[in-house]
Structure formats: C-alpha cells, structure tokens
C-alpha cells in the first residue's frame, strides 16, 4: 500500500504536462490549475508546511525530470540577487498585482464594461492570439479567467523551464511565489 502511494507521487509531473496540454485544446481546462493555487496555501495553513513542495507539486517534479534526468540544465548557481529575499518577496509582490489586475480584468467582463480577450499573455508582455476554441458555451467572465489565468500558469512554467536549463534543475523553487507563500505561511505558524 504504501509503495502504491509512492509511486503516484512520483507521477504528478504528468498532471503538470496534462493541464499545459488541456488549456492548447481548451482555455476552460485553465480553471483547474486554481487546484495547484490552493492546494499549496490550504496544506501550509494546515499546519503542512511545505509538505506541497516536497511531496506534490508536479512542476517540481517537471523541472527535476528535464534538468536532472534529461541533463537539460547547467547547473550553474543563480547570481545573488536572485536568491536573495528582496527578490523572492519583490516578485511574489509581482506576481499578486499581476494576479490582482487579472482578477480585475475579469470583473470588467462580467460586469459588461469590457469584452473577452481572446490572447494568452507571455510574461505579462506579448499577446499571442487565441481564438480558436468556441467559448461561448460559458459566461464571458468564466473565459476571460480563464485566459488570464492560463497566461499566468504557461509563463510561470516557461520562466521555472528558463532558470532550470540556466542554473539549477530546480531555481525556480528559489523564488516560486507558491513557494515563497508557503513558506511565509508555515513561518506564521511557528
Ligand atoms: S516552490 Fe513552487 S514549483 Fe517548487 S515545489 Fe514548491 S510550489 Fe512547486
């Protein structure tokens, strides 16, 4: 029993490559990646720790399988400023603005005060069109999530596969802001 156990943990990358290759088919499979928002922060506040990070999170695990199984990285350190606090709690702050005007923009949708987008947003930067898929079975406000919330997921992962061929298999662990939050949240506790 407990062997199966372990062996399911060691597959949950396959989750993290299965919702990547959901959302190309369908934005709408974005929604499920909230599970890996919340997951983390409920485990932590549950007195977990970073149980999240040691045991399931399927990007970890991603990012260990190509740098250190497929040698994709160079295993170089990271520069200093990048493992240091300031940026670790600068980019956590980042990325909940970011979030936080995501959230806002899908207000603005189900509110009436604007349309959907229909574009995937790499690094809150360049916009890639993405209309092929029909979303008009749902709400506006549940697709124009959706896409914001794909964006975030596809550039968070292409900046974690970025630092692990650069420096380390796992560097983005260093300043994942799931990781960093979890982190806080376990500190809190003690
Ligand atoms: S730090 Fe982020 S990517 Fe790394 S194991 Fe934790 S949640 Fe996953």
Aim: proline share 3%.
């Amino acid at each position: 029993m407990k062997n199966n156990k372990t062996n399911f943990k060691n597959y949950l990358w396959i989750l993290s490559i299965l919702y990547l290759s959901l959302g190309l088919f369908n934005i709408l499979f974005a929604w499920l990646g909230l599970i890996c928002f919340l997951v983390p922060l409920i485990i932590s506040a549950f007195n977990g720790g970073k149980k999240y990070c040691h045991s399931y999170c399927g990007r970890g695990q991603l990012l260990s399988i190509l740098g250190d199984n497929l040698k994709l990285s160079r295993y170089k350190d990271m520069p200093r400023f990048l493992v240091s606090k300031h940026f670790r709690y600068g980019f956590l702050a980042f990325f909940m603005t970011m979030f936080i005007i995501m959230l806002f923009n899908t207000y603005l949708v189900f509110s009436g005060a604007s349309n959907v987008k229909e574009v995937i947003t790499l690094f809150w930067t360049f916009k890639l069109p993405w209309n092929w898929v029909n979303t008009s079975m749902t709400s506006p406000w549940i697709a124009q999530f959706a896409f914001g919330f794909y964006s975030m997921m596809v550039t968070s992962t292409l900046l974690g596969i970025i630092t692990m061929i650069l420096y380390k298999p796992r560097s983005w662990c260093i300043y994942c802001p799931m990781g960093t939050m979890t982190q806080l949240i376990s500190k809190s506790k003690n």
